[in-house]
T-cell receptor
């Protein structure tokens, strides 16, 4: 079993839909990253959070340390949101989930 | 935000050659740089962690003589894949951080060995 599990693995949505990606982890962490990887491969860090909730534009990330769970929400999704979203936890090193491939259709 | 530049973005070379990949932090001094490898549709895997001025720490299973890492300054780390073979073909990505600050990722290098 992976130390960081993401669900769903693949997700398709219609433009405008509300999207949720989940991340569960089994190790002790100091913080958690949500990353976005575009088809070309480049990675952008969306959030780093250790408690509560953060919001940036249409993106919201929450974390529940007690339940070892985090969610990434995208409101009013758009085709340009299509990417792989990766959850990564900071334990003794950065441990990555396998990613969620999101496709948003117009 | 912080910018990490990785070069080249793509390289194709013959088996047996050595390939150097550069990772630069453009607007901050990176005390630590990380090198990752990613196979298609798989998660990133940490290869090694390098701190400026000291030897890199390699993850289990990563050959240090095969993947040479140099972190000579606070803004530059290099990964050299020596005597590359087709099985070394992969996507290599670096990241840089300063202290406890978040890691900032480069755009990656797609390496293809013929």
């Amino acid at each position: 079993k992976n130390e960081v599990e993401q669900s769903p693995q693949n997700l398709t949505a219609q433009e405008g839909e509300f999207i949720t990606i989940n991340c569960s982890y089994s190790v002790g962490i100091s913080a958690l990253h949500w990353l976005q990887q575009h088809p070309g491969g480049g990675i952008v860090s969306l959030f780093m959070l250790s408690s509560g909730k953060k919001k940036h534009g249409r993106l919201i990330a929450t974390i529940n340390i007690q339940e070892k769970h985090s969610s990434l929400h995208i409101t009013a999704s758009h085709p340009r949101d299509s990417a792989v979203y990766i959850c990564a936890v900071i334990a003794d090193k950065l441990i990555f989930g396998t990613g969620t491939r999101l496709q948003v259709f117009p | 935000g912080a910018v990490v530049s990785q070069h080249p973005s793509r390289v194709i070379c013959k088996s047996g050659t050595s390939v150097k990949i550069e990772c630069r932090s453009l607007d901050f001094q990176a005390t630590t740089m990380f090198w990752y490898r990613q196979f298609p549709k798989q998660s990133l895997m940490l290869m090694a962690t390098s701190n400026e001025g000291s030897k890199a720490t390699y993850e289990q299973g990563v050959e240090k003589d095969k993947f040479l890492i140099n972190h000579a300054s606070l803004t530059l780390s290099t990964l050299t894949v020596t005597s590359a073979h087709p099985e070394d073909s992969s996507f290599y990505i670096c990241s840089a951080s300063r202290g406890a600050q978040p890691q900032h990722f480069g755009d990656g290098t797609r390496l293809s060995i013929l």
